[in-house]
């Protein structure tokens, strides 16, 4: 397995997104994500990527009892803190004050059942506290050795750069894929470059989407988190499936999976760039885990960016409210 740094912090070149396991898309199976995380570990990913917002809570539990008996330097944990969720599923805050950091890491040891995790990353930026502040605590569990490196997530430039200034910042997680290419056009990239900050590409696959097997909105389960997202209703949805077949149609031309290309794609964009493709099965697993085979040259990374231009995606990422927590 190839790796890549995140700051100071090897992983696998392509990491494990674990949230669809226990939340937000349909089809879930306990015994099978547990067999597909041990299967990632079996062939050298490293990286699983966590947070205790999903479920809430179950999900880091559900990662907890794969790494059971295992030994600790043979995986890296990643998990986020800071969205605070309600008894319903429009009851959410943001918390990022030193007692709330304090109390959110105990909890995610607990239910991982480790003394110690490797990434803990902040989930979205609290408007209510100073990113000093919410950083100065991270550093205080850095010293205390409940955590190893620290992270952000969604973050704006500006911001990474005044919390870098407090403590090193290991990596910015995002969303970035051929339709999200948001941080190169943001700065955020730009600046992890910079600063030698690694940066975590979430949903590389653009939900599903960019593996070319998605063609109509029923096919989404009812408690599936895209029927609410307004990239996949109404016109957008149509116009998107579009794009679609862009990229199907350069995959079957290199004799790859439109997911391998897509996730090929997010790699060669930077030697900074860790893919964290989310999978609940083993199948998709094997599968995402080819693109680290697949080259492209220079013509065809061209080729999937003039069909894939900056802003080519209908609809927004998130429905609004969730938008505005976005790039503080």
Request: with cysteine; net charge neutral; hydrophobic share 35%.
């Amino acid at each position: 397995m190839h790796t890549r740094n995140l700051g100071n912090l090897t992983v696998s070149a392509l990491g494990l997104g674990c949230m669809g396991m226990s939340e937000f898309y349909s089809g879930r199976d306990d015994a099978e994500s547990l067999r597909t995380i041990d299967r990632a570990l079996e062939l050298g990913v490293t990286l699983l990527d966590t947070a205790d917002m999903y479920g809430p809570y179950t999900n880091e539990e559900l990662v907890g009892r794969a790494l059971q008996g295992r030994r600790r330097d043979s995986f890296v944990l990643a998990t986020k803190f800071g969205i605070v969720r309600g008894p319903r599923p429009q009851d959410r805050g943001i918390d990022g004050s030193p007692a709330h950091v304090k109390k959110s890491i105990d909890g995610s040891l607990r239910r991982l059942g480790v003394d110690y995790v490797d990434l803990y990353q902040y989930h979205r930026v609290d408007p209510n506290t100073p990113i000093e502040d919410t950083v100065g605590a991270l550093a205080d569990l850095v010293k205390a050795g409940k955590v190893r490196y620290i992270g952000l997530s969604e973050v704006s430039a500006s911001t990474l750069r005044k919390a870098h200034r407090v403590s090193p910042i290991s990596s910015v997680q995002s969303e970035y894929s051929l339709w999200t290419r948001d941080p190169e056009a943001d700065g955020v990239l730009e600046t992890c470059r910079e600063l030698g900050i690694g940066f975590l590409a979430y949903s590389p696959l653009g939900r599903g989407f960019l593996t070319g097997q998605i063609s109509k909105f029923d096919d989404f389960a009812e408690d599936d988190y895209r029927r609410f997202s307004p990239r996949f209703q109404g016109e957008n949805f149509q116009r998107n499936l579009q794009l679609v077949t862009r990229i199907t149609d350069l995959a079957r031309a290199h004799g790859a999976t439109a997911s391998q290309l897509a996730l090929a794609w997010v790699m060669l964009k930077s030697p900074q760039v860790v893919p964290i493709p989310g999978t609940k099965r083993r199948s998709y697993l094997e599968e995402n885990l080819k693109s680290l085979d697949v080259q492209l040259s220079a013509a065809e990374i061209a080729g999937l960016e003039a069909a894939f231009p900056l802003g080519v995606a209908s609809g927004t990422r998130y429905p609004e409210p969730m938008m505005s927590a976005l790039g503080r």
